[in-house]
Structure formats: structure tokens, C-alpha cells
């Protein structure tokens, strides 16, 4: 279990205490409706946002043996985390080089010394060299090294998996979240497990909600909803809840419980049983901790364990939601008790969300939709979409611009970032 003792009175102060504030005047509105509902700007999205930046796929909890392997789906591209003979975690896309089916086919498994391809059986070994294809002599004198599997960027980072299909503008993930690493420390992040529900492994959550990414995102960059929406949260943490905002689109909420007794079963009885954690900096212990990972997934801690969720866009008009939990490695009855209360809270807490979104959502295809005007509580709203506006054209039109337009700084873009090339459109 990786959870350090020495240094942590040294990160007890946290180095961002407050956040960015919202500056006097600041403009209130968010982003124009049209881009929650133009296909054309959904590709814009997709080439130069989610096919060039860092997207968070997992923890090596996830692939931790020999063969172990684990999938990342996203816009028509498809990742195959895979762990190797020799330990090492390689990414590769899940293409077989034949005819390019699925090499493996699910969102995670384990193979015991090789991936045969199930449409005609090629098969490769577990560093992604091909071993042979099926009937060798049906090849005349086929260069086996030039089929292995393609390999994709892949960085890991606090024990979790990052992958980036295509070159793009963020630094080294290390660099790029090192306004965490004291409190990823402090939770012994990298010795994460895969969370267990009785002897079995949790199996992660997925659900598809028929609304455009950004309405789910814009739901979650912001507490200011919790006392409506959320009672159990509010019943916990809502006396103590803050959301803060960082430089280069990051950001943490926090809410600390243990104030006013709650009421609800679950979250009463989560708090007698969440056990003290004294190896945690004080500001982490009884604290529930998200930590925005930019542009469409949370990293987040409670003292009993920790789960990635976020979202993956499907269609512009559907996105896939999805999370996974982990434990820590020396867990306790008591911790195992107030963890499945807090996967309890957090999944009515989730549900709440998903209406919360559809509403959203909806609401930027009526006519007598306006804007968004923020409260100075949903800053982190205008944060994210601030950060999209840095990355893509056109944010601040009120209406679509013409699909030409759309057509002329893609190919603008395409004579600066060549590898985008190979990324045409969906149908
Ligand atoms: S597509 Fe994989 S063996 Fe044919
Ligand atoms: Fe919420």
C-alpha cells in the first residue's frame, strides 16, 4: 500500500486554498445553444479537442497481471490497454491488422499468452507483435514485424491511465495536473485497487443519456445545484461544499461532512462508519474531493476509496456516461461498509444528474431559450467553457456559422496539425 506518513503535515496546507475568484463584472453567460446541437461543430470537437488532448481511460488497478487487458472506445477510434508478459502496460488501437476487427471484444478481460483475432484467428502476443496469422500458407512470405498491433501515446500518471490518440497542444500529463500531486500523494493514489463487491470485482457503470456532452459537463461543473437537487449531498457535505477553480482548466470541489446530523439512512450511517483516516492530511479526512480532469472526466476521493467518471461522446446528441471505483489496498470491514454507502450515495446522487442534464440539454432547442446567466457559485461552468473557447473557434457567435466556415478553419487547422488528416468526419 503506497501511502506515505512522512511529509504529509508538509501538505496539509493546500496549496490552493480558495481558488480562482470570479472577477468584478465577469460575463455571465455560457456557451452559444447551437453548439450543443450542430453536427458540424460536434466534429470540429471531435478532431480538436477529443482525438488531441489527454483522455482518462483508467488505473493500472484495472490491467494489473500479465494479459490483463482493458478498452477505451471514443469517436470512432478504439483503445486496447493491454499488460504484458514482461509487466509492462502498452496501449494499442484495438484494430487487428488484417481487416481491422476488435483484437478483443468488451470493455475489459484477461488472455492467458495471447489475443487471437475472432474474425479469422491472426494472432499476437501480449507486447502486440504478431505472433502469425491464421494459415501461414496462405501468405506468400508474409514480414510478420511489419503487422503488430498500432500503438497509441499512453501515460500513466498517480497509478492512472491516460491516453491521447493524436498529437496535440496539452504537456506531459505530469506537468499538466501538477497542481495535484500533493493530494493524489497524501490518498497513496497509485496503489489504488479495483473496487470489490463481496468476493467479486465491481464492475464499472455506463449509461447513455440523449443529450449533447457539454449539457453533462456543465451539470457537474457546478455545486451551486446541490441544496435543490441533491438532498442526500446536501445532507452531507452541503454545509462545507466549495468549488475551485484552477489555472489551465482545472479545478477541485470539496465538501466536508460531519456537521449537522443528517437525517437519510445512508448518509447518516455513512458517517458513523466512515472510519478516521489519520494518515491523510487533516484537510483531506472526512472530505469528499473531485478533481476536474479537462476536458470530460473526474478523478474523485472519498476516505474509503476513489472512482473515475465522465463522458464520452457519442452522437451529437447522445454521450455515454461512465465511472469506475476503486479501493485502497488494507481496507477494513468498517471501510468496506462506508464505502458501499458512499457508492450508494453518490449513484442517487448520479441519477439526480442525469435530469438535471436532459433538462439542460433540452432547454437550448427552444425558442425562448435566452443564455445562461451564472452565479458566482457556477463560475467553474464559465471556467470549462473558457477553456474550450481557447482551444476552438466561433465561441462567442450567437448563432452557427456557416457550414463553410466550419469547412474553411478545419482545413486551416489541417495544414498546421497534419495528423489530423487521417481523422475524416463521421458519416
Ligand atoms: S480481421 Fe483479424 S484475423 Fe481477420
Ligand atoms: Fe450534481
Redesign the pocket.
Given at each position: 500500500m503506497n501511502r506515505p506518513t512522512q511529509a504529509l503535515q508538509a501538505v496539509d496546507q493546500s496549496p490552493h486554498p480558495e481558488g480562482l475568484t470570479p472577477p468584478a463584472g465577469w460575463d455571465r453567460r455560457g456557451l452559444p445553444g447551437w453548439t450543443y446541437h450542430s453536427p458540424a461543430w460536434f466534429d470540429l470537437e471531435r478532431r480538436g479537442l477529443f482525438l488531441t488532448h489527454w483522455m482518462l481511460a483508467g488505473h493500472v488497478a484495472d490491467v494489473a497481471s500479465a494479459g490483463d487487458w482493458l478498452t477505451y472506445d471514443i469517436l470512432g477510434e478504439r483503445a486496447l490497454i493491454l499488460r504484458g508478459r514482461d509487466g509492462e502496460l502498452r496501449a494499442f488501437h484495438n484494430l487487428c491488422r488484417h481487416r481491422g476487427a476488435r483484437v478483443v471484444d468488451g470493455v475489459q478481460g484477461t488472455c492467458r499468452s495471447a489475443l487471437v483475432c475472432p474474425f479469422h484467428g491472426w494472432v499476437y502476443n501480449l507486447d502486440g507483435t504478431l505472433r502469425g496469422p491464421a494459415r501461414p500458407d496462405s501468405y506468400d512470405g508474409m514480414d510478420r514485424s511489419a503487422f503488430g498491433l498500432k500503438p497509441i501515446e499512453m501515460q500513466v500518471w498517480h497509478g492512472f491511465i491516460f491516453l491521447r490518440f493524436h498529437p496535440g497542444p496539452q504537456p506531459d500529463v505530469a506537468d499538466w495536473l501538477s497542481a495535484y500531486d500533493a493530494d493524489f500523494v497524501a490518498y497513496g493514489a497509485a496503489g489504488l485497487e479495483e473496487a470489490t463487491e463481496g468476493e467479486d470485482r465491481l464492475a464499472p457503470w455506463s449509461s447513455e443519456l440523449p443529450v449533447n456532452w457539454k449539457s453533462v459537463r456543465d451539470?457537474?461543473n457546478e455545486?451551486y445545484?446541490?441544496a435543490m437537487?441533491?438532498p442526500g449531498?446536501q445532507e452531507l457535505y452541503g454545509d462545507d461544499y466549495r468549488d475551485l477553480s484552477l489555472e489551465g482548466g482545472l479545478n477541485i470541489s470539496v465538501g466536508r461532512f460531519g456537521g449537522t446530523p443528517p437525517r437519510t439512512w445512508s448518509v447518516r450511517n455513512y458517517e458513523r462508519l466512515s472510519p478516521p483516516q489519520p494518515h491523510l492530511p487533516h484537510r483531506l479526512q472526512r472530505a469528499w474531493t473531485y478533481y476536474g480532469i479537462f476536458p470530460n472526466a473526474v478523478i474523485a476521493f472519498t476516505p474509503e476509496g476513489a472512482q473515475i467518471y465522465g463522458e464520452t461522446p457519442l452522437t451529437v446528441r447522445s454521450t455515454r456516461i461512465t465511472g469506475r471505483n476503486y479501493k485502497f489496498a488494507d481496507e477494513s470491514r468498517q471501510a468496506r461498509a462506508a464505502r458501499y454507502l458512499a457508492m450508494r450515495i453518490d449513484r442517487e446522487?448520479s441519477k439526480?444528474?442525469q435530469q438535471?442534464s436532459i433538462w439542460s440539454d433540452e432547454s437550448m432547442a427552444s425558442s425562448a431559450f435566452d443564455d445562461f446567466h451564472l452565479s458566482d457559485l457556477e463560475y467553474g461552468v464559465r471556467r470549462h467553457h473558457d477553456e474550450l473557447r481557447a482551444i476552438l473557434p466561433f465561441l462567442d457567435r450567437p448563432t452557427a456559422p456557416a457550414a463553410t466556415e466550419l469547412d474553411q478553419w478545419a482545413e486551416k487547422a489541417l495544414l498546421t496539425r497534419p495528423e489530423l488528416l487521417s481523422n475524416q468526419p463521421e458519416p
Open positions: 451539470v457537474d455545486g445545484h446541490v437537487a441533491h449531498l446522487t439526480e444528474d438535471l
